[in-house]
């Protein structure tokens, strides 16, 4: 066995607590990692990859990294997804006997991050627990260190559920029990993309208790302490600041699931993970970090009470109103602080003397604010107003303590006010005495020994001294001085009256910066005490900002306030609220949507790329804009509240998890019809094009049906099989609507404008010219298509209107109209009529077209 030196012995027993951490071990100036931890830490970092000869045949892999440059580094592996923990010597090496003693002092995790070069301003960072019950309930405790806040979800649903809820929130690290079945274990990395922590070990925390008044359920206790559980045992520091914890109902929220949450790109888009092109990107007119953090959270969680919605519609009809005074509520907060953060930096003992004066400014716009807010007439604005408290005590704590401007460091004085303390005063009149009385001896000398020249300095080294040119050395008395220093030109002298002075000088300022020093964490200390006043203000603050933010933007694009009726959308004029700002140049074309207790199902056809699935996305968009209290972008709106919205748009693979589209298709719209009430709304877009024609075509009308004889919810189905318009005839609530398009000398033109009625054709070809595909492949396409409609007549709609929709999965039962085709028609024919265009890409189509041209020219 290979034995160790002690020093390795001493790295590889904290190692071993530390494993799924990179060990930071500390030696001299610099942060040694070792093993796998160098090998993985030399190629993320890309540092230089050496080894350590530590007394046995294989050296060992090791690189380091500097210790006062090490926060970058320690940043870039956290943005990773990685844990660090940091481990110090803990004894003066001097003093040691053996190996210094070390140990880990700090475990940094993405989830716990506090340092603001390692947190996104405008976005909440999450550390969630999860935790597992026998009676299959399950427990989200969502901690934002930064912020304090603490809030829990009860999901009853399964699993599926959580991974709903979970989805798309900025969390970083979840925390769980060992214990948690491996698949689901997956599924949190894989669907969200997070580090897992694990705490078994559960025990209630008495220290905590006053956080926990909302937490009356024996599962949420013990939720919530996994969750302290874990931030204790790594922190290892103060955690103040967290807000007593508040269970979320989320029954009381508009309910999103992740495919909704994905699709609908709330926060996010798709394909570039980005804000730009979202919804919140549009919606995004706050002026505060605190305001911007909390409008993602209204947009994940829009309201279903009426009563809550309107009341935030209210205030956002009257910031609309005033702009004036909207305009300086604007300008105000503009000087507002992140008080919510601050509160948690207060907590964690790292603001210093700037933060606390940028605290008091944020503080003294408050009282400007509320005088804006009384200019309002509405209620719920004063109300609003109401609610924030001025905390005059810590003002007039930060106003009489603290100078204007104080320097960054906290340890080389210089930031508390004169008159604040009396010993303080006592060392500065010392030191400031002393100061006189040196330039008072500065003259008398000059004058004792006239030589103009002779000046009083100090340094480091040698403190105050009398400084002599050499010209002017005969001038002094004998005896007097005492030589210190030679230069080229001048001696330095000291005498011991200034060696006297000296020292009470330095004295009393080494002693007002401890005393400053002391002064300032006493007033951080104090502030401690005050950060729930913070957090509460922090709070009212950011709902101002962000429901200005909703007038602001409303009044910029033109959207007006919907009013919510039972059972009877209707919007006249709606827009997409994102495809309109990013065309900008006005050319979006409104369009009206009618759903109510006659039409429950709308069904639209129409050509690719003419806009059904914008349609679609503009009105779930519309819908969670009205439920946050947002107006909407049309010029009229009556809407619906939906409890749950449900999408299946665009293609968008998932590619995560590797499944197919028509899986994922299916997955999809399974879980709308799974979980979907006559109160929900559900977006199907193409349903049915991963698979082959006959299969995606029954299923769609399956879909549809299933929906509107079992479900009743508000549903609009786009489709390109236009076989599924003669449902009108036999679902009573199903209408259709169709996006106008016109040929123009043969080439189509897109009018986005929805009509009544079905489609006449799906202008597929159409699309292809428009790609620029060769006029010859193009004409030969046409023809095949009227060969295979010609073909297609009769039986296919024929079988469209069969009401027995089941004989389509069984195949003895079918008058098997594809093996039909087989048996009758040629390769290439056989081949063209298994093409799925709509899943082609022009260049697919192009390459295939080629081939089968060349098939036709070889026969
Ligand atoms: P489809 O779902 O029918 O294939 P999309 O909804 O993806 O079509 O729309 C295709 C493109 O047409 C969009 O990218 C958008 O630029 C444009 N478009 C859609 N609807 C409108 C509209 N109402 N006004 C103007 N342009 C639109």
């Known amino acids: 066995m290979a034995k160790y030196t002690p020093m390795m012995e001493q790295y590889l027993q904290i190692k071993a607590e530390h494993k799924d951490a990179?060990?930071?071990?500390?030696?001299?100036?610099?942060?040694?990692?070792?093993?796998?931890?160098?090998?993985?830490?030399?190629?993320?970092?890309?540092?230089?990859?050496?080894?350590?000869?530590?007394?046995?045949?294989?050296?060992?892999?090791?690189?380091?990294?500097?210790?006062?440059?090490?926060?970058?580094?320690?940043?870039?592996?956290?943005?990773?997804?990685?844990?660090?923990?940091?481990?110090?010597?803990?004894?003066?090496?001097?003093?040691?006997?053996?190996?210094?003693?070390?140990?880990?002092?700090?475990?940094?995790?993405?989830?716990?991050?506090m340092e603001t070069n390692m947190l996104s301003e405008r976005e909440n960072n999450y550390i969630a627990s999860l935790s597992h019950f026998q009676d299959g309930t399950f427990?989200?405790?969502?901690?934002?260190?930064?912020?304090?806040?603490?809030?829990?979800?009860?999901?009853?649903?399964?699993?599926?559920?959580?991974?709903?809820?979970?989805?798309?929130?900025?969390?970083?690290?979840?925390?769980?029990?060992?214990?948690?079945?491996?698949?689901?274990?997956?599924?949190?990395?894989?669907?969200?993309?997070?580090?897992?922590?694990?705490?078994?070990?559960?025990?209630?925390?008495?220290?905590?208790?006053?956080?926990?008044?909302?937490?009356?359920?024996?599962?949420?206790?013990?939720?919530?302490?996994?969750?302290?559980?874990?931030?204790?045992?790594?922190?290892?520091?103060?955690?103040?600041?967290?807000?007593?914890?508040?269970?979320?109902?989320?029954?009381?929220?508009?309910?999103?699931?992740?495919?909704s949450k994905r699709n609908l790109e709330l926060t996010e888009t798709i394909i570039k993970k980005g804000k730009h092109g979202s919804l919140l990107w549009v919606l995004d007119r706050t002026v505060t970090a605190m305001g911007s953090r909390l409008?993602?959270?209204?947009?994940?969680?829009?309201?279903?009470?009426?009563?809550?919605?309107?009341?935030?519609?209210?205030?956002?009809?009257?910031?609309?109103?005033?702009?004036?005074?909207?305009?300086?509520?604007?300008?105000?907060?503009?000087?507002?602080?992140?008080?919510?953060?601050?509160?948690?930096?207060?907590?964690?003992?790292?603001?210093?003397?700037?933060?606390?004066?940028?605290?008091?400014?944020?503080?003294?716009?408050i009282p400007e604010l509320q005088t804006i807010l009384q200019q309002f007439p509405q209620p719920q604005i004063k109300e609003l107003c109401?609610?924030?408290?001025?905390?005059?005590?810590?003002?007039?704590?930060?106003?009489?303590?603290?100078?204007?401007?104080?320097?960054?460091?906290?340890?080389e004085g210089g930031i508390i006010k004169d008159g604040y303390n009396e010993m303080l005063d006592t060392y500065r009149d010392a030191s400031r005495n002393g100061k006189k009385w040196i330039a008072e001896l500065e003259q008398k000398e000059k004058q004792e020994t006239n030589i103009k020249s002779l000046k009083i300095g100090y340094n480091r080294v040698f403190g105050y001294y009398i400084e002599v040119t050499k010209a002017n050395l005969h001038l002094l008395p004998e005896g007097r001085y005492e030589r210190k220093q030679t230069l080229?030109?001048?001696?330095?002298?000291?005498?011991?009256?200034?060696?006297?002075?000296?020292?009470?000088?330095?004295?009393?300022?080494?002693?007002?910066?401890?005393?400053?020093?002391?002064?300032?964490?006493?007033?951080?200390?104090?502030?401690?005490?005050?950060?729930?006043?913070l957090q509460e203000l922090a709070d009212v603050v950011s709902r101002i900002d962000v429901l200005q933010a909703f007038a602001t933007v409303s009044e910029e694009n033109n959207y007006k306030r919907p009013r919510f009726v039972e059972n009877n959308l209707s919007i006249n004029n709606g827009r997409h609220p994102v495809v309109e700002q990013v065309m900008k140049d006005g050319s979006f074309v409104p369009n009206n949507i009618k759903l109510d207790k006659e039409t429950e199902v709308l069904l639209i056809t129409g050509p690719n790329m003419s806009g059904k699935s914008t349609f679609m996305r503009q009105l779930a968009l519309t819908v969670i804009m009205g439920q946050i209290g947002c107006f909407v972008?049309?010029?009229?709106?009556?809407?619906?509240?939906?409890?749950?919205?449900?999408?299946?748009?665009?293609?968008?693979?998932?590619?995560v998890s590797g499944q197919s589209t028509f899986m994922v298709e299916m997955l999809e719209a399974n879980h709308a019809i799974a979980n979907a009430t006559d109160k929900s709304l559900i977006l199907l877009d193409e349903i049915g094009r991963g698979t082959s024609t006959y299969d995606g075509m029954a299923l769609a009308q399956a879909i549809v049906e299933y929906i509107h004889n079992n479900i009743h919810a508000k549903t609009l189905f786009s489709t390109h099989y236009h076989e599924l318009t003669a449902l009108e005839d036999s679902l009573d609530k199903l209408k259709n609507i169709h996006v106008r398009a016109e040929e123009h000398e043969g080439?189509?033109?897109?009018?986005?404008?929805?009509?009544?009625?079905?489609?006449?054709?799906?202008?597929?070809?159409?699309?292809?010219?428009?790609?620029?595909?060769?006029?010859?492949?193009?004409?030969?396409?046409?023809?095949?298509?009227?060969?295979?409609?010609?073909?297609?007549?009769?039986?296919?709609?024929?079988?469209?209107?069969?009401?027995?929709?089941?004989?389509?999965?069984?195949?003895?039962?079918?008058?098997?109209?594809?093996?039909?085709?087989?048996?009758?028609?040629?390769?290439?024919?056989?081949?063209?009529?298994?093409?799925?265009?709509?899943?082609?890409t022009p260049l697919d189509a192009m390459n295939e077209l080629y081939r089968l041209q060349k098939l036709t020219k070889q026969n």
Request: net charge negative; proline share 4%.
């Open 386 to 411: 109401n609610a924030i408290r001025w905390p005059e005590q810590i003002v007039t704590m930060l106003e009489g303590s603290l100078v204007d401007d104080p320097p960054i460091s906290i340890k």
């Open 22 to 113: 990179f060990l930071f071990f500390r030696l001299g100036d610099f942060y040694e990692m070792f093993f796998d931890d160098a090998t993985k830490a030399a190629r993320e970092l890309e540092i230089t990859l050496t080894k350590r000869d530590a007394g046995q045949k294989e050296p060992i892999p090791m690189c380091g990294v500097p210790y006062h440059s090490a926060d970058n580094y320690i940043k870039n592996l956290i943005e990773k997804g990685y844990k660090v923990a940091i481990c110090e010597q803990v004894e003066d090496p001097k003093a040691a006997k053996g190996v210094v003693k070390r140990e880990v002092v700090q475990l940094i995790t993405p989830g716990t991050v």
């Open 488 to 533: 080229t030109n001048a001696e330095r002298y000291i005498t011991p009256e200034l060696k006297e002075k000296e020292q009470l000088i330095l004295e009393a300022e080494e002693k007002s910066v401890e005393l400053e020093y002391n002064l300032f964490i006493e007033i951080r200390e104090q502030l401690k005490e005050q950060i729930p006043v």
């Open 747 to 840: 080439n189509v033109v897109f009018l986005h404008q929805i009509m009544d009625g079905a489609a006449d054709e799906s202008y597929g070809i159409h699309v292809a010219k428009l790609a620029n595909l060769p006029e010859a492949l193009i004409n030969r396409a046409s023809m095949i298509l009227r060969e295979f409609e010609d073909v297609d007549q009769g039986e296919q709609t024929a079988k469209i209107h069969d009401s027995n929709q089941l004989s389509f999965f069984v195949e003895e039962n079918q008058p098997a109209k594809k093996k039909d085709i087989e048996k009758q028609d040629s390769a290439v024919e056989q081949a063209l009529a298994n093409l799925d265009l709509f899943d082609m």
């Open 633 to 655: 972008p049309c010029d009229e709106a009556d809407l619906i509240i939906f409890d749950q919205i449900f999408t299946r748009i665009g293609a968008a693979d998932d590619l």
């Open 295 to 365: 409008l993602k959270k209204w947009l994940e969680r829009p309201l279903i009470n009426q009563h809550l919605i309107d009341e935030r519609l209210e205030i956002v009809d009257g910031f609309y109103q005033g702009f004036m005074e909207r305009d300086s509520l604007r300008e105000s907060l503009k000087s507002v602080y992140d008080l919510e953060r601050l509160a948690g930096r207060i907590a964690y003992g790292n603001v210093n003397a700037r933060d606390l004066i940028q605290l008091k400014q944020s503080l003294n716009k």
């Open 139 to 259: 427990v989200i405790v969502y901690n934002d260190l930064s912020t304090g806040e603490n809030r829990l979800a009860m999901v009853t649903h399964g699993w599926e559920a959580v991974i709903h809820e979970l989805y798309n929130q900025p969390i970083k690290e979840i925390v769980i029990s060992s214990n948690l079945p491996g698949n689901w274990q997956h599924d949190l990395q894989a669907k969200l993309n997070v580090t897992l922590s694990f705490q078994d070990e559960i025990t209630f925390n008495g220290e905590y208790r006053n956080l926990c008044d909302d937490l009356n359920d024996e599962r949420l206790m013990k939720a919530f302490s996994r969750l302290l559980n874990y931030i204790q045992h790594t922190q290892k520091r103060s955690l103040d600041h967290l807000q007593p914890a508040k269970v979320i109902e989320l029954n009381d929220y508009l309910s999103l699931d992740m495919y």
